[in-house]
C-alpha cells in the first residue's frame, strides 16, 4: 500500500430535488488499499459508487478517481476501473473464452493480450479444462472468482465490488478474498461496497454512511475500539440506528 | 417432543439440459414444535428446494415429509391452510399499498387483519404508519416486515422463511431476528434458511447443508463442540503476507482469513505456540497476535466441508 | 367467494395502476380504427384527372359532370388535343385520362357503341386499376340512366355492382380485422403476462401455498380482461357505425355473443400461454409470434385464403380469427343471423372448450 490516493474526493454531493442523497462526503483511498463502503439501505451507497465510476455527475464537490478528474474526464475513469456485482456479472449463455473475449474488447485489449490474460487467468483458476464450457454450467462459486478475474482482465488501477461474496460457501469465500488480496498486493485499489459486516471485516479501512453522510471511518479494529463493539456489526447498528431516513 | 415437520430420507433430481442434478441427497431431519430451526448454507445447497417440498410445492423422487403430522403429498390441500411461506426474492405486489397486500393475502387464506391482529401487532406497529403507500416505494427493512406480516396473517403452525435476511442491511436483519423470537414464544414453529453463518447462533438447532446434503444438525452451541482441534486466531499488520507464511508452514494444518484475523489449526494438537511466533516475527511481521479462539459456526462448516 | 371477489379486485388495482398499459389497451382499437378507416385505405379519393372532350355534345357533358360529381375524381386538366396528354401524364399532374371520341352522342343514339378511352398511369396498377373501375361504373351508370329516359330496346349493357359495399369501402372488410386482432391481443398476451408476473414476483407460490382452489385464480385472473376487452369492443362498433359510416346490419345481440365468445377464446389461449412461459418476455414473445400474427395472416383480413397453397389454407382453419372474421363480416356487414353462421359459432365454441380444458388441466397446483 503506497501514499499516493487512488480516489480522493471533497465535499462530494447529489441532489435530486429537494433531496440530498449524499451529503459533501470527503474521503481518501490509497493505492493498494481495501476499502469498505458500508451503509444502512437507502443511505447514499449506490448513489456515491455511481458517481464515483462515472455514471452520475455530483452535483457539487470535488474527486478525482485514479488520477483523473471527475466532471472532465469521466471517460478515462471508465477505462481505469474495473466492476463486478453479485447481480452483475458474466453472459451465462457465453462459454468463459467468449467472456473475456468481449470484455477483453470492449476495454480495447488487443486479441494477442486477450488471448494472454485468458490462459494466465484459467491456468490461476485451475480451470483450463473448462475454458470452453459455458459459463451458466459452472458452480456458483467459480462463477464468482471468474467474475472478478473479468473485471479485472483490463488491469484497471481500481476495482469496484458490489456485494461480491453473499451465498457462496465459506470456502469459496476465502479464495475469493484470497484473490482480492492479491490484487491489492499487486497495486490495484479495491472498494468494496456491502451491507454484510463479515465482509467488511476483511477491509484495510472503512467508511460507514448513515444518512448520507460519512460517520465513520478508519481500520476495523479501530471503530470495534471506538465504539466498544466486539464486531463490525454492532458498530454499524449503533450508527445506523440513528438514521432517520432508511425507510423514505 | 412432538415433531413438527419430519422428513425422512428425501431425495430430489432435476433434469438440466443433459444433466441430472442431484438437488436433495438423502435429506432426514425432524424439527419440534415451537422451535427455532435454521438451515444454513451457500446457495445451491438445496435450501430452497427442500423447502418447496415441505410446503407442498414440488414432489420428492424418494423419501417421504410430513408437515404437522400430514403427508406432503397426499394431504397437501389440508397443509396450504395451515403452513405460512415466504419464498426466497419474494417481493410483494409492487403496485399495490401496503394495506392492499395485507388485506389480499388475508382473503386468500380465508382471515382478516383484525382476526389474527395479535400475531402480527408487533410488525405490522412498524409498518402501519406506510399503509397508504405502495410496496414498491418501501425500503427493504420494511418490504422484509411486510412480507413476513403476510406469511403470518393466517396463523399458521407452521412459518416456513426462505432466506428472509438476503440483501437486508444489519440493523434491519437484527430486527428480523428480534421479530422472529417473539414469534416463537407465541407457539410457531419456524423453519428459516440462511446463507449466512453468522444468523445461525440465534437458533435453536441449525441443520448445515452443503451440495444437496445436510453435513451436521445440532444445536449451535453443539456443533461448535464437535470442532475437533484448537483454533488460533492471528493478526499482523501484512495480512497477505502473513497468510502466505502460515500457509507454507508444515506446521499449520489450515490457515482461513477471517476478517481481520486468519483462523489457523495446527497438524499438531499440543502444537507449541511460542515456535510458531517466533518463525513469524522472524519473518519480519510486526504488530502480530495470536490468541486461542473459540471456533465459530463457520469454522465448524468448513470442516466439515473438507471432510 | 370472498376470497375470489377480492381476487378480482386486486386484479384490477394491478390493471388500473399501470397507467400506460391501460393507456395503450384502450388507445390501440381507437388508435388502430382511425388510422385504418383514413390513413391505411386503399380506396382511392380525389385522384386527379384530365378530360380530352372531342365531340363537347350534350352526353359528354353529362358524363364529366357526374366523374366531376363523385369524390373520387378532381378534374385538374381540360385538354384540347391527343399531343398535350402525354407530357400532362409525365409530370405527373394526373393519374387517369378520360377522352372522348368525335360525335360521340351521335355514335351512341345512332350505332349504340360509343368507344370512350380511359387512360391510366400504371406506375401504380392498383391504383390504375381501381380509377379505371370507377370511371367505368360512372360511365355505366350514365349509360343506364339513359336507358331509363330513352327507350333502347335492345341495349347490352355491362353491369358492375359492388355487393354489400356499393362504395367499395375498405372499412368493411378491416372494422372485423381489428376487432378480431385487438381482442386476441388483449385477451391473450394480457391475460398471461399478468398470471407470468406473478410467477415471475414469486407471489405465485404463496397463491399455490394458500388454500385458494386454481380454478378461481384463474378465472378472476380473466374475469378483468374480459370486462376491458367488453370495452374495447364497444369503441370498436362506436367508432364503426359513427364515425367510418360501417353499419351493423345483423343482430347487435347475436354479434355481442360472438364477440364474448371470441374474447373467451383468446383469454384460454392466454393461460394456455402462461403456463408454459416462465418469464414475461417469453409470454409477450409467443403470443405476438403464435397468435397475433396469425391472427393478421390467417384471418382472411390481409391476405385472400383461397388463394394461399393447400397447406396454408388448412393451417388458417385451426386460427380461431379465421372463423371470428367470417361470422363478423356475416352478422355485422351482410346482416345474417345464426341460421349462417352457427356452423361458425360451433368450431369457435368448440375451439374454446377444448383450450379451457387443456390451461385448466396444464395449470399446475404445484411448481413442476
Redesign the interface.
Known sequence: MSNTAAISVSDLTKQFGDFTAVDAITFDVKQGEIFGFL????AGKTTAMRMLCGLSLPTSGKANVAGFDLYKESEKIKKNIGYMSQKFSLYEDLTIRENNRFYGGIYGLTDQQIKEKTQFMLKHLHLESKADTLVKAL???WKQKLSFSVSMIHDPKIVFLDEPT???????R?EF??MI??A??RGTTVFVTT????E???CDRVSIMVDGKIEALDT??ALTKQFNAKG??EV??QL??K?KR??? | MESAVKVERVFKNFQSGKTQIEALKDISFEVGRGELFGLI?????GKTTLF?IL?????ANKGNAWVDDLEVVND??EI??R?G????????????TVE?NL???A????TTLEENYELVKDIYVQIEP?KKRRAGA?????KQKLALS??LIHRPSVLFLDEPT???????R?EFWELLRKLQLQGITIIVST????EASLCDRVALM?DGRIMDIDTPKGITQKFSKPLWAVGAAD???L?NDLRSDERVDTC?????YHHITFAEVNQEIQGIEKSLVDKGHTNLSIQKIEPTI?DC??EL??Q | M??FF??IR?EF??LL??RRTLFILFGMPVTQILIFGFALTNEVKNSRIAILDNSKDEATTAIIHQLEASRYFDIVENLNSYAELEPTFQKGQIRLAVVFPEQFQNSLLHTNAAPIQLIADATDPNVANTLTNYASAIIMDYQNSMKETQDFPYTITTELRMLYNPQLKGSYNFVPGVMAMVLMLVGAMMTSISIVREKE???M????????VPIRVIVAKMVPYLLLSMVNIASILLLSVYVLDVPIHGSLTLLVFECFLFTLTALALGLLISSISDSQQVAMLVSLMGLFLPTIMFSGFMFPIENMPIPLQVISNLVPAKWFYYIVKDVMIKGTGLETVWKETLVLLGMLIVLLTISIKKFK????
Open positions: 451503509g444502512a439501505n437507502g458452480p456458483l462459486g453473499g451465498g457462496v460457501d465459506p470456502i469459496t476465502r478474498w484470497t488480496y492479491e491489492a498486493h451491507h454484510y459486516m463479515d467488511a471485516e476483511y476495523p479494529a463490525m456489526a454499524f447498528v445506523a440506528r438514521a432508511s425507510d423514505n | 448454507g451457500p446457495d445451491g445447497a418447496r410446503t407442498t410445492l414440488m414432489i397437501y390441500k396450504r391452510k403452513v411461506y415466504m419464498p426466497g426474492r419474494f417481493s410483494l405486489y409492487q403496485d399495490l392492499e388485506s389480499f393475502f382473503t386468500l387464506f380465508g406506510f418501501l425500503s427493504g427493512g420494511m403476510c406469511a438476503t440483501g437486508v442491511d444489519a440493523v434491519s437484527q446463507p449466512y453463518m453468522d452443503q495480512m497477505y503476507s497468510m482461513y482469513p477471517f476478517g481481520q463457520e462448516f468448513m466441508m473438507n | 370472498k376470497q377480492y381476487f386486486k388495482y394491478h395502476r399501470d414476483l414469486g407471489t407460490e404463496i397463491i399455490l401455498v394458500s388454500p385458494i397446483v404445484r411448481l413442476e
